[in-house]
């Protein structure tokens, strides 16, 4: 071994220990705070227009800085292993996230019921969307099996073990699901912000129709979309509207596995059967022969208890420089809410210890519901008063910042996959979002 590669090596390795921990929470939080100053922008796209917030700044700045670790000094660098860990403290991350979605659902119950059967039916749209307009645009690009893997879902990691277990991670199917992962990782985010934007921009939905949209069934993406389109509404309507979305992204996650594993992936496959005669005959591509993807930087490393206080402090920190820069709410008045929902993550991480069986994103969202019922608990009204001062917006901010250290590890990957794969990848979270949307719309 050179001594550059020793040099490497134990770099790394520093890196990985606390000292190396502690820097990236300092790193997140300054990326958290010139993105909250940078503030919102918008721009005028055809006849609508397209908002970009602060949590898409949070996620482009922490991106490049992983990006350009080389080049960054010492001090302040994000090596490969702090952007894997990353990845695992913004999955603890969530969890914060979880909560106020969960409160901001109990409070408004009400209006969540009155979404009634749109609510339930948008799902078909959440499970069918991906397919309907990427499954034709793969075969007409000339992508084969891969396109069942990519456009049965938006594959997030659920939608990996499907595929894993019916068709296994080396087939064209598993290429397929991991390409449509990586491009949502890195991409995912900013991509169904800027759409989802720009869709409410045109004001021909309903916001409680595009909210459900929001709901794609993942924390990051639902935190984009949903941002792009509370901006765009009265600030009185932006609590109804997030608990929509919430209620929505619970049963895509909850819900929606069942949905993909006996309706949409099963659908697709035949399809694609029965399409790619017609469809494939349009593309003089021959078949995709791609390269295995390397997965070793797809999953985030188990965290800690330690490890889990490190992402809680990190969450914690963002919402309150966001809630303070943008906000203008006195630090110790965030403070007393985010230590609110702690303390309900501490409890149902207790109880996911004693019954590891326990389902931990359905038991979180169900207590942190319920607790914020107004009237409902004897201390429901004063939870729901500490943490209604926490802005949603101001927890989006943070999450992605992780987020965007997250992907920077996935890049070597994502420059394997075609730009064909690419643009399938998205225009299936496309569908998802749009086939969600206009479900609900006949309802509305």
């Avoid at 003089?284 to 490190?310: C, E, N, V, Y």
């Amino acid at each position: 071994m050179t001594s550059a590669a020793s040099a490497t090596l134990a770099s790394e390795s520093l890196d990985e220990s606390g000292t190396g921990k502690f820097k990236l929470v300092v790193v997140s939080l300054i990326v958290v705070a010139i993105a909250e100053l940078i503030g919102s922008a918008q721009f005028k796209l055809g006849p609508g227009k397209v908002v970009l917030l602060p949590m898409l700044w949070a996620l482009l700045i922490a991106a490049a800085w992983g990006i350009a670790a080389r080049h960054v000094p010492q001090v302040g660098r994000v090596t490969a292993g702090l952007q894997a860990y990353a990845g695992g403290l913004l999955n603890a991350g969530l969890l914060l996230f979880m909560v106020k979605l969960g409160l901001t659902v109990g409070a408004a119950l009400p209006q969540v019921r009155q979404a009634g059967w749109a609510l339930v039916f948008q799902e078909f749209g959440h499970a069918l969307g991906t397919l309907a307009l990427g499954l034709p645009l793969a075969l007409l690009l000339g992508i084969k099996r891969e396109a069942v893997g990519a456009t049965f879902s938006v594959g997030r990691e659920g939608n990996l073990v499907i595929i894993g277990e019916k068709y296994g991670m080396a087939s064209p199917e598993g290429r397929g699901v991991l390409a449509e992962y990586i491009t949502g990782t890195v991409l995912g985010a900013l991509f169904i912000a800027v759409l989802a934007g720009f869709i409410t921009s045109l004001h021909i939905f309903d916001p409680r129709s595009l909210a459900m949209g929001a709901g794609v069934g993942s924390g990051s993406l639902m935190a984009a979309a949903i941002g792009a389109i509370g901006a765009q509404q009265p600030a009185e309507m932006v609590p109804q509207l997030t608990a929509i979305a919430a209620a929505s992204n619970l049963l895509t996650t909850v819900v929606g596995f069942y949905f993909t594993l006996f309706l949409s992936l099963p659908l697709c496959s035949w399809l694609y059967g029965k399409l790619e005669p017609v469809l494939g005959r349009f593309s003089k591509r021959q078949p995709t022969q791609t390269a295995p993807l390397a997965s070793a930087g797809i999953h985030a490393p188990d965290l800690s208890f330690a490890d889990k206080l490190i992402a809680w402090s990190v969450i914690t920190g963002g919402v309150m420089i966001g809630n303070l820069l943008s906000y203008k709410v006195p630090l110790l008045q965030s403070l007393a809410g985010m230590l609110a929902i702690i303390a309900i993550v501490l409890l149902v991480d207790t109880a996911k210890r004693l019954v590891p069986r326990m389902p931990m994103v359905l038991l979180l969202s169900l207590v942190a519901t319920i607790v914020g019922i107004p009237g409902l608990l004897p201390f429901s009204d004063a939870l729901i008063a500490a943490t209604a001062k926490l802005n949603f917006l101001a927890f989006t901010t943070p999450v992605l910042a992780l987020a965007g250290f997250s992907v920077a590890k996935d890049l070597p990957i994502f420059r394997q996959l075609g730009w064909r794969i690419v643009v399938v990848s998205l225009t299936a979270t496309a569908g998802t979002f749009l086939g969600a949307t206009l479900i609900a719309e006949f309802f509305h």
